[in-house]
């Protein structure tokens, strides 16, 4: 197979964390905002909708980075961390709990498994 020759890399630093910001805007958005707001809210399974967006979340961020990719974990599990603890004392109709803080540990878990295949592979570097 080939690897991914992913220009993600060069772009400037500052490009590149403006656009993992981006990425952290909208899934707060998506994760605080009234469900009436939120398009698609409860098509999935919770635990699933979380799992699956901390596992892009998560993508994104070794997608962008260059180094010190384990900081990529530790902060998307902080992100997960203060979502839930935003949700729990918001009072819009979320709820904060600790299975969606474990849902999005499962999803950062995944994002580094899928990581570590597609460079093992040589997909990615």
């Known amino acids: 197979m080939r ?3 992913l220009p993600l890399a060069r772009l400037p630093r500052r490009l590149r964390l403006a656009l993992y ?8 958005y998506m994760t605080l905002a009234p469900e009436r707001e939120v398009p698609g809210v409860g ?6 909708e ?13 997608l ?11 902060f998307a599990f902080g992100f997960g961390a203060l979502v839930e603890l935003l949700q729990a004392n918001m009072g819009w109709g979320r709820d904060g709990n600790w299975p969606d803080l474990v849902a999005d540990t ?17 997909w990615v570097r």
């Open 3 to 5: 690897r991914l020759d």
């Open 106 to 122: 499962v999803g950062i878990s995944v994002a580094y498994l899928v990581w570590g295949l597609a460079r093992r592979v040589g």
């Open 50 to 62: 979380h799992g699956s967006a901390w596992t892009v979340l998560t993508l994104a961020g070794l």
């Open 64 to 74: 962008l980075s260059t180094r010190r990719r384990w900081a990529i974990g530790v």
């Open 21 to 28: 910001a981006a990425a952290c805007l909208v899934l707060l």
């Open 43 to 48: 098509l999935i399974w919770d635990k699933a």
